[in-house]
RNA sequence: GCCGGGAUGGCGGAAUUGGUAGACGCAGAGGACUUAAAAUCCUCCGGAGCUUAGCUCCUCGCGGGUUCAAGUCCCGCUCCCGGUACCA
């Protein structure tokens, strides 16, 4: 190693100099525009490793590059330190989980100190830290006064081995997000934000940032949401006063409905049944539905069942009478848990009428059935159909609508005709569910609630916040949260009648403390709000944000919702909280995530202590685009190593000329040839560095560089003053374009070169379209279509010239014979062919 | 099923608007320096064929099409990755 540059002296001495002179403060210099850089902040779960590292390595190439583009740049970074491993890690060590926490943040604070990423430590912000949770717990405060957030009983994903209740977004394939085991169903009441609320303008945001955000994140986004438009109808039942609301998105099958489906869950099914006889049927399959699991009941292939009720519902359209089941298929969260069912039009219904053997009635046939003499035994059709019929066409046993086509008008009358007659109405009809937030867990902000039996749900008022979350606690094995059995914390006094009162004891989803903290790093040390108003108007919305695609929907839909509440109380003066959103691949190694649990972490510190922490960010930079995986490679590190090792050398090689330096001459005019060339490849590097970064293009922006450093390492150039001037000027350039990827090494050669200042804050370099100006450019000759030849001419040749020097080129002659050209197509400075 | 994204050498990946496919790097082969190694430097490096200083043909998942010209545009498939799903 002998023979390479220092790094691990020469990036000793950078970073702490950077964090002694606080460098990477942020200043809001006047006349210079503001930009918000941020990565999504790290769960402090231990050490960082080189998965990670790819993360801040992007951020920083972009802030780094902005603060030299002379932007006021903020750059921060925190913690997102409440959650349950902190918790698990507690009882396995036998600790306390601010302790684990605080310990593992220092730990990784240390890090990224050593990775030299370019933060202002000042604003870091952890947010288990009271000073912290205040705010958290305060807009919930805000969303309580509002309504937003409320409290009711009902069905909620639970997650045993966790302890704890799931939000709908924490449920990945019927497993909990973060220990993957199965997820039950379960009735608790506890505390809800109506996110549902802003489902429409959580929808309609999404274009305002079609132009920021990745494709793909916006589709999720908007799936996520799901919104279907359709009708509310009402049928009541037979013999009796009571009603049952469907919700349909195709109203124009109205006629086709043969039965109505009711979910188990739904709070007619056991009424309706009384006295029909059916009770023991349908009390049994009840129970046997609900107790069933999620996957059992509904997932891949899962069996329709049901069971009749002996009760009948009467069409509003016909006045039919028509049977009603419990079906375990028909979902109690969507829509009003109940259906009309058309089997011909529907293959779930199509499904279920076959088996239960209930009638299939056609009442949209396609236009060309229409063309044909009959229509009258389609129902009979039907009933040796494989399949239901769910496309379009035209109406018909459909009453005064038969004859119309369904989506042109069909839909719409019928809907008008229900409104008409009061038996229905349009609504839209949301996936969304409101967010579930309690969570009867210890390591999160506590709930700023307290319940009195005298005025029974009670806000602790602002001047009480924060609630806070005792440290000083009994911890250990025992289910459920220390604080849940701490009476210390549950007594307390009601803030309204001054009586005996208990606080909530579950706290919050931890992501409720990271759909805010943006904000926060504004005004960081803020203790009268949760930032001050003109540092949320001067930095929001984040101009960037980098981070990884797991959170396409958790953290960035809600996210988005905080920020829109945030507008409407008046707190924020923007709607999106990112602007541009770039989400980085994941780091891969044998076929898998990089990550703790799997056990195929490359250490961090180990390549930085064998390679240098600039050669480890460059590499993952150079590796793959951003946006794509990458396979890590411990060889791959190898080439980016060398690579620096060569520019090192070169630098200390020409380190006489380069100190020595001079003004190169305007242009490429009077420079000796080779000094030409080499500064033409300079001024088109810089160039090509520029458009690549301004696309987020790190690995051929690097590339680039490689490449000049190929071309001036292999050019020998002469000791007149113009040629000097010209090797420093590509010194220089060179440097300033890694500084945003290998910072400690170009500060230091800076330094070394004498040159005044710090490479930190020198302008990104610009190429100067005089010295791009080709001598020479190559000319391709091709014969239809195929590459037969090539000359050179001066730039700007005439499509004449290029066209008399491609037909008098002698392997074109050789190739052509004695066919004559047909014609001959000329793009100037790129080719000619020749088609014969 | 539906919605996104993708498929280019042994590997990671390049190829701004259709215009020289394989930049840059890794791995590999050969050589220089060295007692030796490391480090460094130089050369070669998609495939096949031929009358082998060179030349020809093939090659960007597969099959068609548009065009003077297609990795790039259009149509039809295959496979892979991600999201989502009894959502009425």
Redesign the pocket.
């Known amino acids: ?4 540059y220092d790094f691990k002296s020469i990036e000793a001495k950078w970073r702490d100099k950077w964090i002694k002179d606080k460098t990477f403060k942020v200043s809001t210099r006047p006349g210079q525009k503001k930009f918000y850089l941020l990565e999504m902040f790290p769960y402090p779960s231990g050490k960082l490793h080189v998965g990670h590292l790819r993360n801040y390595a992007i951020g920083d190439a972009i802030a780094r590059r902005k603060r030299m583009d002379g932007f006021n740049v903020l750059h921060p970074i925190g913690w997102d330190s409440f959650g349950m491993p902190a918790e698990n890690a507690a009882i396995q060590n036998k600790t306390h989980p601010h302790k684990w926490t605080v310990g593992n943040i220092d730990e990784m604070r240390n890090q990224f100190v050593k990775m030299g990423i370019s933060y202002d430590w000042e604003r870091e912000v952890a947010t288990s830290h009271p000073g912290y949770y205040k705010w958290t717990q305060w807009i919930f405060a805000r969303m309580f006064d509002e309504g937003v957030a409320y409290r009711k009983k009902s069905f909620v994903n639970w997650c045993a081995p966790c302890g704890t209740v799931l939000a ?2 924490q449920v ?2 019927g497993n909990c997000w973060r220990c993957d085991n199965q997820v039950v169903q379960q009735e608790r009441e506890g505390w809800f934000l109506a996110i549902t609320k802003y489902a429409d303008d959580l929808l309609n945001g999404l274009k305002e940032l079609a132009e920021g955000w990745p ?2 994140v916006l ?2 986004q908007e ?2 949401i ?1 919104k ?1 438009i ?1 009708a509310e109808v009402e049928f009541t039942v037979d013999g009796s006063s009571e009603k049952l609301t ?5 109203p124009d099958t109205l006629f086709g409905a043969t039965f109505m489906a009711l ?1 188990p869950e739904h709070p007619m099914a056991r009424q309706l049944v009384g006295g029909t006889g059916q009770e023991p049927e349908v009390t049994a399959f009840i129970n046997e539905t609900l107790n069933q699991d999620s996957t059992e ?4 292939g ?4 049901g069971v009749f009720t002996g009760r009948y519902a009467v069409n509003p359209m016909n006045g039919e009478k028509i049977p009603i089941w419990i079906a ?13 069912s ?1 089997p011909a039009h ?1 293959q ?2 199509f ?1 279920f009428a076959k088996k239960y053997g209930i009638d299939i009635r056609a009442v949209i046939v396609t236009e060309e059935q229409m063309d044909g003499e009959s229509t009258s035994n389609l129902i009979e059709d039907y009933a040796i159909l494989k399949e239901a019929y769910s496309g379009d066409g035209i109406m018909v046993n459909s009453g005064q609508f038969s004859g119309l086509h369904n989506r042109r008008e069909g839909i719409e009358k019928v809907a008008e005709y229900l409104k008409e007659k009061g038996l229905g109405k349009k609504t839209v ?1 949301y ?1 969304l569910r409101d967010w579930g937030v309690s969570r009867q867990r210890y390591w999160g902000s506590p709930i700023p609630i307290v319940f009195c039996d005298k005025c029974g749900v009670v806000r602790v008022p602002d001047d009480q916040l924060p609630v806070i979350l005792p440290t000083e606690i009994e911890f250990n094995e025992s289910s459920g949260s220390p604080i849940a059995r701490s009476d210390a914390f549950i007594k307390t006094e009601c803030p309204k009648c001054g009586g005996p009162a208990r606080r909530e004891t579950d706290t919050m989803d931890t992501f409720m403390c990271s759909s805010w903290y943006f904000n926060r790093y504004t005004s960081a040390r803020n203790d009268t709000a949760m930032a001050a108003k003109e540092d949320l108007d001067y930095w929001m919305p984040v101009d960037q944000y980098v981070g990884g ?2 959170h ?2 958790l953290h960035l839909l809600y996210s988005r919702f905080f920020t829109r509440f945030l507008h409407d109380i008046g707190i924020a003066g923007f709607q999106e909280p990112f602007k541009r959103l770039l989400t980085q691949g994941m780091v891969i190694k044998e076929g898998a995530k990089m990550s703790k649990s799997k056990g195929n972490v490359v250490s961090l510190d180990v390549m930085s202590d064998r390679y240098g922490t600039d050669a480890t960010r460059l590499f993952i930079l ?4 951003p946006e ?4 890590w ?1 411990d ?2 590190i ?6 620096m ?2 520019v090192s ?1 070169w630098m200390e090689g020409q380190m006489g000329a380069i100190k020595r330096g001079g003004e190169a001459p305007a242009g490429l005019d009077g420079l000796p040839r080779e000094a030409a060339d080499v500064r033409r490849a300079v001024h088109k590097t810089i ?2 560095v520029n ?2 970064m301004d696309r987020f ?1 790190f ?2 922006a ?3 560089v ?2 000049l ?2 071309t001036i ?2 050019a020998r150039l002469a000791d007149d003053p113009a040629s000097t001037a010209v090797t420093a000027e590509a010194a220089e350039s060179l440097l300033l374009m890694l500084a945003p990827f290998t910072p400690h090494f170009c500060a230091e050669m800076w330094e070394r070169m004498e040159k005044p200042g710090s490479i930190v804050d020198h302008p990104f370099p610009t190429a100067d379209p005089a010295c791009m100006v080709e001598d020479s450019i ?1 000319i ?1 000759v ?1 014969i ?5 030849g ?1 000359f050179s001419v001066p730039p700007g040749a005439s499509k004449e010239e290029l066209e008399k020097l491609a037909l008098a080129n002698e ?1 074109v002659t050789a ?1 052509m014979g004695d066919k004559p050209p047909r ?1 001959v ?1 000329v ?1 100037p400075g ?2 000619v ?1 020749i ?1 014969v």
């Not at 009941?297 to 891949?300: K, N, Q, V, Y």
């Not at 150079?622 to 685009?625: E, G």
């Not at 239809?784 to 037969?788: A, E, Q, S, T, V």
């Open positions: 190693m002998s023979s390479h709908n977004e990945i394939d494709e793909r589709t999720m799936n996520w799901g279907s359709g469907v919700f349909t998105t195709r979910a009941r509904s997932g891949e899962a069996e329709k069942k375990n298929f028909v979902l109690i969260e969507y829509g009003s848990g109940a259906i009309m058309v529907d779930r219904d499904e009809n996936r695609i797991e396409a929907i150079f590796a793959a685009p794509r995986d990458l396979e490679s060889a791959g190898e080439g980016s190593f060398r690579f090792g060569r050398r160039n090509k458009y690549d293009g690995n051929t690097i590339a680039a490689m490449e450093m190929n390492g292999a190559e391709v091709q239809n279509g195929k590459l037969r090539k392997k190739h014609k197509i793009v790129k080719l062919n088609v």
